[in-house]
């Protein structure tokens, strides 16, 4: 083609709603954690480069996790941080800090700081036996765990964190509430920022339904049945179309709220569409969603080829918007391309890394015909967990990837909305297909027998509050709101035999007590089967088994 190909880059922002629905307490850190790691710093890096457009998605559960930390909630780890103050731990909370307090990246993170090594190695060395090491040792292990969460940028700017980072050891307790307070106030900078950087056009916000749901499965759970016929159904089925619906409004109201516009397209959940699906997005005013490239191979009967560099045969097939019957537009994403960013790239320097990248999208560039189009490249992947692969928390990759793309006359980076109103979609889809960004199914989240499990725990509890309440959207906002986070999509995925971490027991312990508060609200007590653990026994043993330590290599995608 000639002239230049649109590039649009898409980073999702998403952690689980963490928040405990009997205890208020936050049980996992991730969100404060990703907040001074990675939201923050993944916005600044676009002001260096005020002619660079990007697209973010932030789901709205995601937002009200920060502005709760904002105004100061604690999760267990700030908890029994800050309880080293007083030097008077216990011996479980010492137990958490050995198993959870070295849950970064180890090469890239833990082997470069000397001290934090040293951690580390007393820790292996001690094997577990906490009554060995002294509150000091663990006042330096809040610190150093902390301070690995907070990008180094950040730290760089920061003279007090960069004396700490030099100092290495011997933390004073004043030192544990000046990291934590540094980490607080980035989460409450995050929304803030990313509302200016939208109103100066550099990037668009776009929605995700309000808890993260898988929109197919809540409209009817046999869905899955349409990509994977052996998948293994909950009985009854989940079907409830009204709260996919719901899910949908409630994450528009919330976006404009928090941002002052309603959003115009989405990133539903994991890229999970159907033609159901499809209609509740645009009938809840959404002009456009994303999926996977493998949603449109199999929508329209075709398999996307590429070279011997992994370079698109045909791209005129994928890049481009489609037109969706009943109204509204679907685009898709370059999935070779988006997963090269997210789990290959971080092992190259960044200026082989972008120079893979620019030399796919240049070949199919070279491809596209001129007499078609439009033509947009969409690359869309998680924003948060990735960083932990490259060296330098990926600041090196995304400063050189977003300069050579401003700078190459090949590409241009758009927000999506603003190339959709200039570029119309002209094709129209003569059918969508029911998946997700996963193997263009729905097997991540359903098919399994603890799905089943999962799934039948969760429209039992939902067909009780709908007799004793009604619709979701009337019900009282004590029993609606975990039931909304009951529907998202992360406690499935943890329930999947594809996924394990050492935190297995807390998910599925989060999952059922957002259940159990349903059934106490009424006053009624919660069904046996919802109020024992839903995974396999013998997924829960090998779990207690390893005692969910963190072993040096260990790969993870924390959070």
Known sequence: MNGKLPVAIMWHMHQPYYRHPQTSEFVLPWVRLHASKDYLHMARLLQELPGEKVNFTMVPSLRDQLDDYARGADDEDT???????????????????????????HGNVIHRHEEYRRLLQIALAAQDRAELLSDDYFVDLAVWFNLAWIDPDDVASDARLVALRQTGRGYAREDVRYVIGRQRLMASGVPHLYHRLEHD?????????????????????????????AAIMPDPPFSYPDDAAFQLEEAIASHERAFGKKPRGTWPSEGSVSPEAAAAIFTSGLEWF???????????????????????????????????????TAIFRDREMSDRIGFLYGDMS???????????????????PDDGGPYLASIILDG????EQYPNNGNDFLRYLYG?????????????????????????????????????????????????????????????????????????????????VAQGSDWFWWYSSRNSSPEDPVFDA?????????????????????????????????????????????REQYG
Do not use: C
């Open 201 to 229: 056009g550099q990037l668009e916000l776009l929605t995700v339904p309000y808890y993260h749901p898988i929109l197919p499965l809540l409209i009817d759970s046999r869905s899955a049945l349409r990509a994977d016929p």
């Open 79 to 105: 908890r029994v941080t800050m309880r080293t103050v007083d030097g008077d731990l216990t011996h479980e909370e010492k137990q958490h800090m050995l198993r959870r307090f070295f849950s970064i990246h």
């Open 404 to 484: 050579t793309l401003q700078a190459d006359e090949r590409f241009e980076t758009v927000r999506i909305s603003d190339f959709l109103d200039r570029n119309p979609a002209k094709i129209e889809l003569p059918q969508l297909h029911t998946g997700a960004g996963i193997d263009a199914s729905l097997k991540v989240w359903m098919g399994e027998p603890a799905h089943a499990r999962a799934w039948s725990a969760l429209e039992r509890t939902r067909r009780f509050a709908q007799e004793q309440w009604g619709s979701l959207r009337y019900m009282p906002k004590s029993v609606r709101q975990p039931l909304m």
């Open 510 to 554: 989060l999952f059922r007590a957002n259940l159990e508060v349903v059934w106490w609200y009424a006053g009624a007590e919660p069904p046996d089967d919802i109020r024992q653990p839903l995974l396999d026994p013998d997924r829960l043993a090998a779990v207690a088994g390893r005692g969910g330590a963190m072993l040096p290599g260990q």
């Open 384 to 387: 948060e967990n990735a960083w």
């Open 290 to 328: 994303a999926s996977d490239e493998g949603v449109l191979a199999a929508s329209i009967g075709t398999h996307f080829q590429r070279d011997e560099i992994g370079a698109l045969v045909e791209p005129s097939l994928l890049y481009r918007p489609y037109r969706i019957p009943g109204g509204g």
């Open 350 to 368: 960044p200026h082989d890394a972008v120079g893979d990248m620019i030399w796919k999208l240049e070949r199919a560039r070279d491809r596209l």
